[in-house]
């Protein structure tokens, strides 16, 4: 074998794991990521997730609507 069959094996087993890896990533459009997709999740879990953080901005910005202080931060 020489150098060079040996680096083309190399890239080729490089390339498929990494596309093994990347098939177990979620992209979403905010550019978070959820790894693992193929582990089954609760999808309510999820919403439950992104509502309880909305929530919060939400009663955050209602509280310092207010504040001159925090609006320039």
Known sequence: MNTNEF?????I???RENIYLE???IN???NRI???A???F???DLYDFYQSTSSFANHFNDYND???DIIHL
């Open 13 to 15: 087993l490089y390339k």
């Open 23 to 25: 098939r177990n990533i």
């Open 7 to 11: 680096y083309y094996n190399g890239i």
């Open 66 to 68: 207010e504040e001159e």
């Open 38 to 40: 193929d582990n089954q």
């Open 28 to 30: 979403f459009r905010n």
């Open 34 to 36: 959820l790894t693992d």
């Open 42 to 44: 609760d999808l309510y």
